[in-house]
C-alpha cells in the first residue's frame, strides 16, 4: 500500500489454517498442546518472514509491516487465549503488527494518522526555520537602521555645524 509521504506499508496477507484447525478439532489434550505449539511456532515463522521479506527501507518501505489474519477466531485466539504466549510481543520486536478484518482498518487509519502527524511536524520545523531566518535578517535590519540613523544624524550634525560658520 502506498502512502501519502510516498513510502509503501506492506501487507502480508498469507496465511496457513492447518495447525489451527488441527489444534481447535482436536480432542486429545496431548495432541491439542503440540498442535498448539506448531501454530504458535507458524505464527512467529510467518512474522520472521515478514519481517525479512518486507520490511525494507532501503527499498521505500516503512519500518513496519501488517500481517492480516483473515480469520477473526484466529486473531482472538492469539490475542486472549495465547496472550500468555507473548506472540504479539513477540511481532511488534519484529516491527510486525497483527491485523483481523475488525482491526485492519482500524491499524490502517492509526498509520495514516501517524505520517500525516509526521508530515505536520516536519512542515511546522520548516515554517520555525524560516521564522528563525526572518528573525535575524530583522535584526541585521534593525542593526542596518540603526547604523543609518547615527550617519544621518551625524550628517545632520555636520551641516548644521557647516552652516553656522
Not at 521505500?60 to 486473531?75: F, G, H, K, R, S
Not at 490475542?79 to 482498518?105: D, G, Q, R
Amino acid at each position: 500500500m502506498k502512502l501519502p509521504d510516498g513510502k509503501y506499508l506492506p501487507i502480508d496477507s498469507k496465511f496457513s489454517y492447518e495447525n489451527f484447525e488441527k489444534m481447535v478439532n482436536c480432542k486429545d489434550e496431548a495432541e491439542k498442546t503440540g498442535y498448539r505449539k506448531m501454530f504458535l511456532a507458524d505464527i512467529k515463522k510467518m512474522v520472521d518472514g515478514i519481517s525479512t521479506k518486507y520490511i525494507l527501507p532501503g527499498e521505500n518501505t516503512v519500518d513496519l509491516a501488517l500481517m492480516y489474519i483473515p480469520a477473526e477466531a484466529i486473531y482472538y485466539e492469539l490475542m486472549f487465549n495465547m496472550a500468555e504466549e507473548s506472540v504479539l510481543e513477540y511481532a511488534w520486536k519484529k516491527k510486525v503488527v497483527i491485523c483481523s478484518p475488525n482491526t485492519l482498518l482500524l491499524s490502517l487509519r492509526t498509520i495514516l494518522h501517524w505520517i500525516k502527524d509526521t508530515q505536520i511536524s516536519k512542515q511546522t520545523n520548516d515554517i520555525l526555520k524560516k521564522l528563525e531566518r526572518i528573525i535575524q535578517d530583522s535584526q541585521v535590519l534593525d542593526k542596518s537602521f540603526k547604523t543609518l540613523g547615527n550617519h544621518l544624524k551625524n550628517a545632520q550634525s555636520s551641516y548644521e555645524d557647516s552652516q553656522k560658520r
